[in-house]
Nanobody, 115 residues
């Protein structure tokens, strides 16, 4: 059974950094396309970044130059390094993948950017 577990969220001041992790079991992440999404209070879930099975990286315009998605195959984990955080980055962050046409989501990790 595929499971995704996010971690690394927390409270950070504007301009600060965090690194989120998405650890997988039941699937080999190195051959999977994995995406990060976020959902702010009262808003719809939005796409943040994707790393494809071939290693191509895509970022939403709102996070370009600030967020970096990467993969560590040995740990079967995908990361989202977030720099220059802004209050508008406050949200629950989720990772997602598709395996044999089935969509899997983690339960999310909360990021709060505030003074």
């Amino acid at each position: 059974q595929v499971q995704l577990v996010e971690s690394g969220g927390g409270l950070v001041q504007p301009g600060g950094s965090l690194r989120l992790s998405c650890a997988a079991s039941g699937i080999i992440f190195s051959s999977s396309t994995v995406g990060w999404y976020r959902q702010a209070p009262g808003k719809e879930r939005e796409w943040v970044a994707t790393i494809t099975s071939g290693g191509k990286i895509l970022n939403a315009d709102s996070v370009k130059g600030r967020f970096t998605i990467s993969r560590e195959n040995a740990k079967n984990t995908v990361y989202l390094k977030m720099n220059s955080l802004k209050p508008e980055d406050t949200a629950a962050y989720y990772c997602r993948t598709v395996h044999y046409d089935i969509e899997y989501w983690g339960k999310g990790t909360l990021v709060t950017v505030s003074t």
